[in-house]
């Protein structure tokens, strides 16, 4: 991560959160830049932008459709923009293990508006608990109070299953750097309670794993290094390594 990848991340984050304040007006409550752009490890060309904001009320079906555009014309970094709405309610009276939301956005470094999720008549989301969660530890407020006062904080047993969940996830549809470097994460977590950039985790990780090989070559591919092959199996193993340290702590 450099300094002009920091900047360029939080520039493009305000560009959003202005966007946002102009069409919510005085419905916006606060909105947090979060992710690898505060946990460090950003890279503008293989990062995505993950933003939340709060409201003081639900979304109305006009800010479905007006909000999308608007964001669609910024330019982000390669792998695009997370967006996701709740209300402050949504987020200080979390509804566990799947907090409900307003709208999740994503658009992608290849499909110009994307996928627009309209979350208020849906079950929450499990991936929330972990946004949430480093949002009250990491993040840069670009607009509102610091995030520890509007989002409750998340119990770790809500937390360590949430963690568990992407493990499984990314054994079923990450590439094999990003799974190693996940299970990785939550390792990390498992021991120190600590989130941290998918390249810290491995290399934290590197030192404590029997086949240091694995991770830092999926450290190196996670950089940007080209040609580097990871071994299914090999990475199967951590996950299904870490995953069951995680079972045995959520017992």
């Known amino acids: 991560m450099t300094l002009a990848d920091t900047d360029a991340a939080t520039a493009v984050a305000h560009e959003v959160a202005e966007i946002l304040g102009a069409e919510l007006k005085g419905r916006l409550a606060a909105v947090y830049l ?7 490890g950003f890279r503008w060309d293989v990062s995505d932008l993950d933003v939340l904001a709060l409201t003081h009320r639900p979304l109305a079906d006009g800010d479905l459709r007006n909000i ?3 964001l669609a014309a910024l330019r982000y970094p390669r792998s695009g ?3 996701s709405i709740m209300t402050v309610h949504e987020a200080t009276d979390v ?6 939301y307003q709208l999740h956005h994503a658009i992608g470094r290849r499909h ?3 996928t627009v999720v309209d ?3 849906r079950d929450g989301d499990p991936d929330l608990v972990r946004h949430l969660a480093i949002c009250r530890l990491s993040s840069v407020a670009l607009a509102g109070p610091p995030a520890r006062d509007l989002i409750t904080e ?3 047993g809500a937390i360590l299953e949430a963690i568990r969940a992407e493990v499984r996830w990314a054994v079923r549809q990450a590439p094999l750097h990003s799974l190693v470097l996940t299970a990785c994460r939550a390792w990390l977590y498992s021991e120190d309670g600590q989130f941290a950039s998918k390249q810290d985790a491995g290399n934290w990780a590197a030192q404590r794993y029997p086949h240091a090989s694995l991770i830092r070559a999926a450290v190196s591919r996670q950089e940007g290094a080209k040609g580097i092959r990871i071994n299914r199996p090999a990475a199967e193993r951590l996950a ?4 069951e340290m995680l079972a045995a702590q959520s017992s």
């Open 112 to 114: 110009g508006i994307g």
């Open 154 to 156: 998340i119990p770790d």
């Open 81 to 83: 923009l997370e967006l």
């Open 119 to 121: 979350g208020r008549s």
């Open 95 to 100: 509804e566990l293990p799947a907090p409900r």
């Open 34 to 40: 979060h992710g690898s752009a505060t946990l460090g």
């Open 68 to 70: 999308p555009p608007k």
């Open 240 to 243: 299904k390594h870490v995953e």
